[in-house]
């Protein structure tokens, strides 16, 4: 009886300390990524809530660096002192090291050097929205920095796949993207061919009659082997590999990040986050549409991104039950539209 009583006590201490407890800037961003991840993969892609996370991260601030769900590797790496954020989903700790000379928006796993943090063990590391300012200025606000942040998870939900993590790890083993930008860039039957693929597959989702769908399908294949047989016979480079890999983690992802802000634009406002938090813009996604973000769908500087980013959203258009074991299976999209055909 007398213990009961006791932890009934220390219950209401702790309830009573977490209310009046004054709004804590970091808990509330935190805790706010973690929801809005949460509905993402409640309306997009429900094995992403498998986990609340997949693998540590790392928040960089301009005055100490904040661990959230901290496992045993990273705890023998630096000394994490706990944070109390009253009734969080995740485990908050923090570390008197800082960086502020350097831009972390990224997941790392290192295999080689035991001195770096992510010695075997994925960590997401990303910098707060301030510094994230200072470093990208087209960057002001919480919500489109927290897209950019729920990219970054979604990789680490990649990498919780063991068939992805080895594919992933053996198409890099002899060249890596700057290969891919390179002839992107500098060879001109290359972009022409990755111009003419990208256009098929944004025609693709504005159409609708099946058997056009179907043309297009094949036309898009058909360019693409093509190309890629001309890399091999004049590069002595078999590309594939790499690029379905990066076109699927890097497309899927940036798929994510938009659902992110269709997710936001019907978001109610957030209310606490309003009244502590400078960089929080209320309703900043109330209007959106994608035709905002033609950088998602148009070709950049990787262009594996948005090939990607459209060949999921043509699956999604297809309603290609794909998310079952593009990842598990490690099956790159290509096979998923020839089993369209």
């Given amino acids: 009886m007398k213990k009961a009583i006791i932890l009934i006590l220390i219950t209401l201490v702790v309830f009573l300390s977490c209310n009046q407890k004054k709004v804590d800037l970091t808990c509330e961003r935190i805790d706010y990524l973690i929801d809005v991840k949460t509905d993402v993969a409640k309306n997009y892609w429900t094995d992403f809530n498998r986990k609340t996370l997949f693998s540590p991260m790392l928040y960089y601030t301009k005055f100490r660096l904040y661990t959230i769900n901290a496992n045993e590797k990273l705890k023998n790496k630096i ?4 944070y109390n954020c009253c009734n969080s989903k995740v485990t908050i700790g923090f570390s008197k090291f800082i960086d502020t000379t350097n831009f972390y928006m990224n997941v790392s796993y290192e295999g080689v050097d035991s001195t770096a943090l992510e010695y075997k063990n994925t960590l997401g590391m990303f910098s707060d929205v301030n510094l994230t300012e200072k470093f990208i200025p087209d960057v002001k606000d919480t919500e489109e920095w927290m897209s950019m942040v729920i ?6 939900y990649q990498r919780s796949f063991k068939k992805f993590r080895k594919e992933q790890q053996s198409s890099h083993r ?5 290969t891919l930008n390179y002839f992107f860039k500098s060879k001109g039957w290359f972009n022409k061919s990755i111009k003419k693929e990208n256009e098929i597959l944004l025609e693709i989702l504005e159409i609708r009659n099946s058997d056009s769908i179907k043309k297009y399908l094949k036309d898009y294949l058909a360019t693409k082997e093509k190309r890629i047989s001309k890399v091999k016979n004049e590069e002595g480079l078999e590309i594939l590999d790499l690029e379905n890999s990066l076109s699927k983690s890097e497309g ?3 798929y994510i990040e938009y659902c992110v802000k269709l997710t ?3 978001k109610s406002n957030n ?5 502590v938090d400078s960089k929080y813009q209320s309703n900043r ?3 959106y549409k994608l035709e905002q973000d033609k950088w998602m769908y148009n070709l950049g500087g990787g262009y594996y991104y948005s090939i990607g980013f459209n060949l999921t959203r043509v699956l999604e258009k ?3 039950d794909y998310q079952k074991d593009i990842f598990s299976e490690n099956k790159p999209f290509d096979s998923y539209l020839s089993e369209y055909l």
């Fill in 79 to 82: 000394k994490i002192e706990p």
């Fill in 151 to 156: 990219h970054e998870m979604f990789h680490q």
């Fill in 174 to 178: 002899n060249f890596d993207r700057d």
């Fill in 252 to 254: 899927t992802a940036r």
């Fill in 264 to 266: 936001l634009k019907e």
């Fill in 271 to 275: 209310n606490t986050l309003s009244e």
């Fill in 285 to 287: 996604f109330e209007n």
């Fill in 318 to 320: 297809l309603k290609i």
